[in-house]
């Protein structure tokens, strides 16, 4: 599928749209069995890679998604030394050099532009939407970024992008050589730490028109049942004073009551981050803390203030310092912090703005629709939700990239299998065949060029699993459908936050709350309660809840309650108290409790694939495993049937659906 050639019609609910096919009916995948020494733990990955590499890099972990520190990142090196260092006076120097495309539109901020302020300034930011706007700028358009950092942690990339004039390099990567491009649509670049009136008073002038962000689930501050977290300690401080705001949702507040209070429009509120109805859930956080702090504003904001939802897409792997040396060599550019980023990229945006004042998204390759749900939920149940589960399973076996884990038999059955329990959930999208789209998200996830890191992907699972796993489960228990691979994936993400490997190392969780959890998981997360063992590293924003729950389920003889009890503080209450959930959690937890991680991949195959070899006892959550009766002998195939069974079976409920 294009972007240009796809089309949608409109339906009101995400909810509606992924209930529609209900006539799909369960299917059987068949798949030989596997080869035992074909499926050993890679042990060229150490369990403790990813650890000492970040510790090497000076990783730390920002508002929207994990950084390397800029300062470790501008080290030079023989290859920088050799570049151009990247500034406004250097373009022309750089684009005679023939490597890289630059800017060929004006880069200074007139009254001119219409301003779009962006809140979380990161990697996937400055590889999307800030490349659609620059080639928006190349066509002659008048819309331009000012970057806004709200965080302590924003200096660095704030201070790396004025070193070079708010320029920046992307490498696009793919199966071709990279293609660089330097991107020049942030104009300006606000650090509201240093003076937070200026930065309220830029966000309330008229001549801004949109304030779009990119903050990450955590960011927006909400419980696992969906509302704003009035003790979350960013939400605390907004309301003590809404005119003194800390968190992206009290600066978006603080900002349209001063424009209420001069009697001016408002700007529009463009979430681009992956959660499911994006623009709603940043309405419904603004709404309630509003309401908190001055009903009569948040009567405006419901009357006045437009939250598009938008879909996004495009994979971009955290920076690392050999991707500044292949940028200063390929790009023959010097630059502080560039993005790497896979060659395939789309956006859909919802057209909802005020007074219809927006950016023409489409003349670049963009969608504007009016109903953005069926890409959003085809998107974040089978991507994002892929990406979630993968990590886990690739990360106890011992994987540190993705690539490597995609060409590991395990792993991608794992993953097919996954895609086709949720497939049944996701409604159909005009124009995309989703056995196709399943397809090629295995090969973007192959993708070597980029080398993803599975600790990028499983980061922040408290917030990923709730926006992508919560809502097909309860569609899967409601149409009494096979779950068995998302219980597993849930299983798995439980003995990932133990904060320990099978072989007794330690797990960085990370999240930017570390000041604040690190403490606390030393304390509190140390094995078998032997308070002598080696320090764990957790920094997850529901580290603090999940980790002690995570450890008294995965203890010997774990119990049923304290699984309920991990599955209430990931996706809420409603999930929790399905039994059917439970007992297949607590199925696949007993198994890698006693065997590992590999046993319960390995035994998937069979129990998923083939069912003929293993008994699930429901009634007693019990699983039986006769490991005599599997033949280990046989190398594993791939499951390409399945995907042909589920997309007849795709096509016979869309005819269904038509009829």
Same mark, same amino acid.
């Not at 996954?418 to 993708?447: C, H, K, M, W």
């Given at each position: 599928?294009?972007?240009?050639?796809?089309?949608?019609?409109?339906?009101?609910?995400?909810?509606?749209?992924?209930?529609?096919?209900?006539?799909?009916?369960?299917?059987?995948?068949?798949?030989?069995?596997?080869?035992?020494?074909?499926?050993?733990?890679?042990?060229?990955?150490?369990?403790?890679?990813?650890?000492?590499?970040?510790?090497?890099?000076?990783?730390?972990?920002?508002?929207?998604?994990?950084?390397?520190?800029?300062?470790?990142?501008?080290?030079?090196?023989?290859?920088?030394?050799?570049?151009?260092?990247?500034?406004?006076?250097?373009?022309?120097?750089?684009?005679?050099?023939?490597?890289?495309?630059?800017?060929?539109?004006?880069?200074?901020?007139?009254?001119?532009?219409?301003?779009?302020?962006?809140?979380?300034?990161?990697?996937?930011?400055?590889?999307?939407?800030?490349?659609?706007?620059?080639?928006?700028?190349?066509?002659?358009?008048?819309?331009?970024?000012?970057?806004?950092?709200?965080?302590?942690?924003?200096?660095?990339?704030?201070?790396?992008?004025?070193?070079?004039?708010?320029?920046?390099?992307?490498?696009?990567?793919?199966?071709?050589?990279?293609?660089?491009?330097?991107?020049?649509?942030?104009?300006?670049?606000?650090?509201?730490?240093?003076?937070?009136?200026?930065?309220?008073?830029?966000?309330?002038?008229?001549?801004?028109?949109?304030?779009?962000?990119?903050?990450?689930?955590?960011?927006?501050?909400?419980?696992?049942?969906?509302?704003?977290?009035?003790?979350?300690?960013?939400?605390?401080?907004?309301?003590?004073?809404?005119?003194?705001?800390?968190?992206?949702?009290?600066?978006?507040?603080?900002?349209?009551?001063?424009?209420?209070?001069?009697?001016?429009?408002?700007?529009?509120?463009?979430?681009?981050?992956?959660?499911?109805?994006?623009?709603?859930?940043?309405?419904?956080?603004?709404?309630?803390?509003?309401?908190?702090?001055?009903?009569?504003?948040?009567?405006?904001?419901?009357?006045?203030?437009?939250?598009?939802?938008?879909?996004?897409?495009?994979?971009?792997?955290?920076?690392?310092?050999?991707?500044?040396?292949?940028?200063?060599?390929?790009?023959?550019?010097?630059?502080?912090?560039?993005?790497?980023?896979?060659?395939?990229?789309?956006?859909?945006?919802?057209?909802?703005?005020?007074?219809?004042?927006?950016?023409?998204?489409?003349?670049?390759?963009?969608?504007?629709?009016?109903?953005?749900?069926?890409?959003?939920?085809?998107?974040?149940?089978?991507?994002?939700?892929?990406?979630?589960?993968?990590?886990?399973?690739?990360?106890?076996?011992?994987?540190?990239?993705?690539?490597?884990?995609?060409?590991?038999?395990?792993?991608?059955?794992?993953?097919?299998?996954?895609?086709?329990?949720?497939?049944?959930?996701?409604?159909?999208?005009?124009?995309?065949?989703?056995?196709?789209?399943?397809?090629?998200?295995?090969?973007?996830?192959?993708?070597?060029?980029?080398?993803?890191?599975?600790?990028?992907?499983?980061?922040?699972?408290?917030?990923?699993?709730?926006?992508?796993?919560?809502?097909?489960?309860?569609?899967?228990?409601?149409?009494?459908?096979?779950?068995?691979?998302?219980?597993?994936?849930?299983?798995?993400?439980?003995?990932?936050?133990?904060?320990?490997?099978?072989?007794?190392? %330690? *797990?960085?969780?990370?999240? #930017? $709350?570390?000041?604040? +959890? !690190? &403490?606390?998981? /030393? =304390?509190? @997360?140390?094995?078998?309660?032997?308070?002598?063992?080696? %320090? *764990?590293?957790?920094?997850? #924003? $529901?580290?603090?809840? +999940? !980790? &002690?729950?995570? /450890? =008294?389920? @995965?203890?010997?003889?774990?119990?049923?309650?304290?699984?309920?009890?991990?599955?209430?503080?990931?996706?809420?209450?409603?999930?929790?108290?399905?039994?059917?959930?439970?007992?297949?959690?607590?199925?696949?937890?007993?198994?890698?409790?006693?065997?590992?991680?590999?046993?319960?991949?390995?035994?998937?195959?069979?129990?998923?694939?083939?069912?003929?070899?293993?008994?699930?006892?429901?009634?007693?959550?019990?699983?039986?495993?006769?490991?005599?009766?599997?033949?280990?002998?046989?190398?594993?195939?791939?499951?390409?049937?399945?995907?042909?069974?589920?997309?007849?079976?795709?096509?016979?409920?869309?005819?269904?659906?038509?009829?």
């Amino acid at each position: 599928m294009t972007a240009s050639t796809a089309h949608v019609g409109h339906v009101p609910q995400i909810a509606q749209q992924c209930r529609r096919r209900t006539s799909i009916t369960k299917r059987r995948v068949a798949a030989a069995p596997h080869s035992r020494d074909s499926l050993k733990l890679n042990k060229r990955f150490t369990p403790n890679t990813f650890a000492k590499n970040a510790r090497a890099l000076n990783v730390t972990a920002s508002s929207n998604n994990q950084q390397v520190n800029a300062a470790t990142l501008s080290q030079p090196t023989a290859q920088t030394q050799k570049a151009l260092r990247l500034s406004q006076s250097r373009l022309g120097d750089i684009a005679a050099s023939g490597k890289a495309t630059v800017p060929s539109y004006p880069r200074t901020l007139t009254p001119d532009h219409n301003v779009m302020i962006h809140l979380g300034v990161g990697g996937f930011f400055r590889s999307h939407q800030a490349l659609y706007v620059h080639r928006l700028l190349e066509r002659g358009g008048n819309w331009a970024f000012v970057g806004m950092g709200l965080m302590d942690f924003d200096f660095k990339m704030y201070d790396a992008l004025k070193s070079q004039d708010y320029l920046y390099t992307v490498a696009s990567k793919g199966d071709h050589d990279p293609e660089y491009t330097v991107v020049g649509s942030i104009l300006d670049f606000v650090y509201a730490p240093d003076d937070k009136q200026a930065a309220l008073e830029r966000m309330a002038d008229p001549q801004t028109k949109l304030v779009t962000l990119t903050i990450t689930e955590k960011g927006y501050c909400y419980t696992s049942d969906g509302d704003l977290d009035l003790s979350n300690r960013y939400v605390m401080e907004d309301l003590k004073d809404i005119t003194n705001p800390v968190s992206a949702i009290g600066f978006i507040v603080a900002a349209l009551r001063l424009r209420k209070e001069r009697g001016q429009k408002p700007f529009t509120v463009l979430s681009c981050d992956n959660m499911p109805e994006n623009g709603l859930v940043a309405k419904k956080m603004c709404m309630q803390l509003a309401e908190a702090a001055d009903p009569a504003l948040a009567a405006w904001i419901q009357r006045e203030v437009p939250f598009p939802l938008s879909m996004v897409d495009r994979i971009t792997p955290v920076t690392t310092a050999s991707d500044i040396d292949d940028v200063a060599a390929g790009a023959g550019v010097e630059d502080a912090w560039p993005v790497v980023a896979e060659d395939f990229m789309q956006w859909v945006v919802e057209d909802n703005f005020v007074d219809g004042l927006r950016p023409a998204y489409e003349e670049v390759g963009a969608l504007v629709v009016e109903d953005v749900m069926p890409y959003e939920c085809m998107k974040l149940r089978l991507l994002n939700g892929g990406h979630s589960a993968l990590s886990y399973a690739a990360y106890l076996l011992g994987h540190r990239e993705v690539h490597a884990a995609l060409a590991d038999p395990r792993i991608r059955t794992f993953l097919r299998c996954y895609f086709a329990e949720v497939d049944t959930t996701v409604p159909a999208v005009r124009g995309v065949n989703l056995a196709e789209y399943q397809e090629t998200l295995i090969r973007r996830f192959s993708n070597e060029n980029i080398r993803d890191q599975v600790q990028r992907l499983a980061q922040d699972g408290s917030a990923k699993l709730y926006n992508t796993m919560r809502d097909p489960i309860l569609e899967l228990l409601a149409a009494d459908r096979p779950l068995e691979t998302v219980a597993l994936a849930a299983a798995l993400y439980g003995r990932y936050m133990t904060g320990d490997d099978e072989e007794g190392e %330690p *797990i960085i969780i990370l999240d #930017p $709350a570390a000041e604040t +959890l !690190t &403490p606390l998981a /030393r =304390d509190m @997360f140390a094995v078998g309660g032997d308070q002598e063992s080696t %320090p *764990i590293i957790i920094l997850d #924003p $529901a580290a603090e809840t +999940l !980790t &002690p729950l995570a /450890r =008294d389920m @995965f203890a010997v003889g774990g119990d049923q309650e304290s699984t309920r009890a991990f599955l209430h503080a990931v996706f809420g209450t409603e999930v929790s108290q399905s039994e059917e959930l439970l007992c297949a959690v607590e199925r696949w937890a007993g198994l890698v409790r006693e065997r590992g991680a590999a046993a319960a991949l390995e035994l998937l195959c069979d129990v998923h694939v083939s069912s003929g070899d293993v008994s699930l006892a429901t009634e007693s959550c019990q699983i039986t495993y006769d490991e005599s009766n599997l033949d280990f002998a046989t190398p594993m195939v791939e499951v390409s049937p399945m995907v042909v069974e589920v997309s007849e079976a795709a096509a016979e409920a869309s005819a269904d659906v038509a009829m």
